[in-house]
């Protein structure tokens, strides 16, 4: 457990895996144990089974559950009624199975990364499962404390994507842009982050198919970096000129503001299967210009804004503004108060 002090607030934590029957107990084949025993009587084994959880809870005015899995499961069906319950979405929930088996009547509050995460997350709980629920956004923490560097000639025509092997980050939209440029220049592109999983679904191999064919145009030879995981973003994206944020759908993609914190221009798709809930449009509202529908847009759009120092400058003061540490921590604070 950690003991955090801000403000007026005091944050002490638990890593729910730590409770290692309640993480077995919190699936879907397990739920009727929680239907057919009082949740007084499930405390009482908790205390029994996990007391400097149970003394944590006791002392807690809010138990604020990060990521609404396993966790917000178990909580929401044998928290005591007078604790306070405020549980946090991702896109990752948005997308599974959880958030169904949550018991949401019992839950105060619903945060969100994301609008658009929040419509979605309401369209698939409709028939009253939410009827008068709170809800609000807290973004992710953005650290923008790395300076704006120089690019070398090199690269200042250097596309970057963090994170890319999977067909919804859809590298092959990348590729395609970075074929329409080398047409009447010597660009490049870097491909940061992790390999196809061998283990892939049929779809994921026979996209995995065609992208080794589009890699192999001569076009793009030699002209494609694959490197590993870096645990230094910043670092990374601090040596190229563009972030690309080619998926089909997204939460926040995080790896678009750590582009725009060391001064990358970024390229953001309008994610398409979140754009009717506002998507990309509504989380970069504030880099609209930035936003693309196809690889000939996005081309387009790197054209015409060609990377400099000045423009880094601007990005990172721009960006800042609005996804800086201040108005998260400003908008946390808000979500905290109750009625």
């Known amino acids: 457990m950690e003991h955090t002090e801000a403000s007026e607030f005091v944050f002490r934590t638990l890593d729910f895996q730590s409770l290692t029957f309640a993480e077995k107990s919190a699936k879907p084949e397990g739920l009727f144990f929680f239907s057919e025993v009082a949740a007084a009587q499930v405390w009482k084994a908790v205390r029994k089974a996990a007391p400097d959880a149970a003394r944590l809870v006791d002392w807690a005015d809010v138990i604020f559950v990060e990521w609404a899995n396993q966790p917000a499961v178990f909580f929401s069906s044998v928290l005591p009624a007078h604790k306070r319950l405020i549980v946090r979405l991702h896109s990752y929930e948005a997308f599974a199975n959880w958030h169904y088996f949550v018991n949401w009547a019992r839950v105060d509050k619903a945060l969100f990364v994301a609008d658009h995460i929040r419509q979605l997350f309401l369209a698939q709980n409709r028939l009253g499962r939410v009827s008068g629920l709170q809800s609000g956004i807290v973004a992710n923490r953005h650290d923008f404390s790395a300076p704006v560097a120089k690019r070398n000639p090199e690269g200042k025509r250097t596309l970057c994507m963090l994170g890319w092997a999977t067909a919804n980050k859809d ?47 001569p076009a793009l030879a030699g002209a494609i970096d694959i490197l590993p995981h870096t645990d230094q973003p910043h670092a990374a994206l601090s040596e190229v000129g563009y972030v690309l944020s080619c998926s089909h759908r997204e939460g926040t993609h995080e790896a678009v503001v750590e582009g725009l914190s060391v001064g990358c221009v970024p390229i953001i798709r309008n994610w398409p299967m979140v754009a009717q809930y506002g998507g990309a449009r509504g989380q970069f509202a504030d880099f609209e210009e930035f936003i693309v529908s196809t690889p000939e847009e996005a081309a387009e759009k790197i054209r015409a804004t060609p990377w400099t120092l000045r423009r880094a400058a601007d990005l990172h003061r721009r960006a800042n503004a609005a996804y800086g540490i201040e108005r998260t921590k400003a908008a946390l604070k808000e979500a905290l108060r109750l009625p």
């Open 171 to 217: 590298p092959i939209f990348a590729l395609q842009i970075l074929k329409i440029l080398r047409s009447d220049g010597d660009w490049r592109l870097q491909l940061v982050g992790g390999s196809w999983r061998e283990t892939a679904a049929d779809f994921e191999a026979e996209y995995r198919v065609r992208f080794n064919a589009l890699l192999a145009d």
